[in-house]
């Protein structure tokens, strides 16, 4: 690591807006561990969010405006993207990393300043014509309106794809993604989960304190399944809900998000579901421990949540197309489905004696952040020796 503050002094990272901690946060934090020092660009952030994060945070001028008109107005302010990002002044830094699932790699650079984009996903919502409005009072207004704003931000996000250096994927799914995008090759490099997910927490005094405030807080039933997620369309938590109300599995939500109220409704007088909206790491952890399988219904790009809860020995029933095929091993790991009547039956055949926890942690393990840090620095000191050569 010193080796690549050496060759690197000066590193930016730019990130979406940050205004909800996940997966792209997480593996942020594991590439802050390369490069503690890194200065972060982002359009906008809430600091209550990411309480641990102490370094530099500078954003745009869309930080000003939701100050005087609210938190929900950046969401209507998608078409200021490219100037938001362009704006952003980077001439002093060595070395630009943005990881990005959205416009985050549209930032300028100059012609000695490598940029590496490390992309979750080319947007979704310009690609998969995800829209995320379900829960909205005005999405009668948001369809017709994305279509037209789209075709303009699609034109766009190719044309800044000759602004990067160097690409990396976070799956070998999102990998074919970009190729087919964007027409450029990708380094694979697999995101990985803190050692401390390896770990029986409910075995220790923390967690048996954790157990029992959460149990207070919450009627946690003796067996129960477990959904981890953020609460937007694609994510598909509705089928989660549909299928235990079907299996009559009590289901356990974690989990804060703009389709929460639909959700709501779908569940209502059904009670069996649980929403226990958003929870500490620890407490998410514990949970993983006690939960008798995880249901994971959204097509991801890689999916850190089913490797969180692998990592705990816990089975996963997830949705067969995406990163997850690249870390769920079928017959050993979990099972996959492709439609709700094969989820249900799934749920209703289960047997959790049929899984082997420890083989499950030990498949895990190929998605260690330890594994992350090694391939990510290894792929920076290969750019580093190939612009050295270039000059």
């Known amino acids: 690591m010193s080796n690549l ?4 002094p000066k590193v930016a990272i730019v990130a979406d807006q940050m205004t909800s901690f996940g997966g792209a946060d997480r593996e942020m934090y594991s590439m802050l561990k390369v490069f503690p020092n890194a200065d972060i660009y982002t359009v906008l952030f809430y600091k209550e969010k990411y309480p641990t994060l102490k370094n530099k945070i ?3 001028f869309v930080q000003k405006w939701v100050k005087i008109f609210g938190k ?3 969401r209507h302010l998608k078409i200021l993207n490219p100037f938001a990002y362009e704006s952003f002044n980077l001439d002093k830094y060595d070395f630009v990393i943005s990881i990005s699932a959205g416009p985050a790699k549209s930032v300028i650079t100059g012609i000695y300043q490598p940029h590496l984009a490390m992309v979750m996903t080319p947007p979704r919502s310009l690609w998969d014509n995800e829209l995320n409005v379900r829960g909205s009072k005005l999405k009668w207004l948001y369809k017709p309106v994305s279509k037209i704003l789209n075709t303009y931000l699609r034109v766009w996000d190719v044309s800044i794809a000759k602004r990067v250096d160097y690409w990396s994927a976070n799956s070998k799914f999102i990998a074919r993604k970009i190729k087919k995008t964007y027409g450029v090759d990708a380094q694979v490099i697999y995101p990985g989960v803190e050692e401390r997910y390896f770990e ?3 075995e220790s ?4 304190e954790l157990i029992k405030k959460l149990k207070e807080k919450y009627e946690i039933p003796k067996e129960f399944v477990l959904v981890v997620s953020r609460l937007y369309d694609y994510k598909r938590v509705d089928w989660a809900i549909s299928a235990c109300i ?3 599995d009590n289901l356990l939500i974690v989990g804060e998000g703009p389709d929460k109220k639909y959700l709501q409704k779908l569940a209502k007088g059904h009670d069996n579901i649980q929403f226990l909206g ?3 790491d620890d407490e998410v952890k514990v949970l993983y421990e006690l939960a008798k399988l995880l249901l994971f219904c959204g097509i991801e790009d890689f999916g850190l949540v089913p490797v969180e809860a692998m990592a705990s020995k816990t089975p996963v029933l ?3 197309v995406g990163g997850v095929l690249e870390t769920v091993k079928s017959g050993v790991t979990g099972e996959f489905f492709k439609t709700e009547e094969e989820l249900i039956k799934l749920l209703k055949e289960f047997n959790e004696s049929e899984y082997n926890g420890e083989k499950i942690r030990e498949h895990a393990r190929k998605f260690t952040e330890e594994n992350f840090i090694h391939n990510f620095s290894k792929y920076v000191e290969e750019i580093y020796a190939k612009e050295k050569h270039k000059s």
């Open 5 to 8: 503050h050496k060759i690197f």
């Open 58 to 60: 500078y954003t745009s």
């Open 72 to 74: 929900g107005f950046h």
């Open 200 to 202: 029986n927490l409910t």
């Open 205 to 208: 005094k923390k967690g048996k």
């Open 246 to 248: 079907e299996s009559g």
């Open 278 to 280: 958003f929870l500490k």
């Open 318 to 320: 997830a949705y067969g």
